[in-house]
């Protein structure tokens, strides 16, 4: 299971930058940090129009993602890789942890 984030930096026109820049960010994700759908309708149900706020406060977590991930062999893990960060190209990137851990699992080739 991974976790996908893809940041899109807005370019400067009159600078002569491109549009924008596309970034795309890849992590696993963790069975804890996922609320399951029942629980989300179920909530929705009892007051649809509520304004819902977390029930927790979570420290500001920090990320190095110093490995770059190579798209073509990204379905390896999730075939949502691609179609998130197509725009990305080669600016795809995860942690050393992470491509590790999905090595030692077999769900990646060698060649990230």
């Known amino acids: 299971d991974v976790k996908i984030f893809r940041a899109l930096i807005l ?8 549009q924008y820049q596309a970034l795309c960010f890849i992590t696993r994700l963790n069975h ?3 609320i399951p759908s029942e629980s989300m309708a179920r909530l929705r149900q009892k007051n649809p129009q509520a304004i ?20 073509t062999r990204s379905w390896q893990l999730s075939a949502h890789i ?8 080669e600016a795809v990137y995860t942690r050393q942890a992470d491509a590790t851990h999905w090595l030692d699992k077999g769900k990646l080739a060698p060649e990230l």
């Open 11 to 18: 370019g400067e026109l009159e600078r002569g930058q491109s």
């Open 52 to 71: 819902r706020t977390a029930e927790e406060k979570r420290n500001t977590e920090m990320l190095s993602m110093n490995v770059t991930v190579n798209l």
């Open 32 to 34: 804890n940090e996922i």
């Open 82 to 89: 691609h179609n998130m960060c197509s725009v990305a190209r």
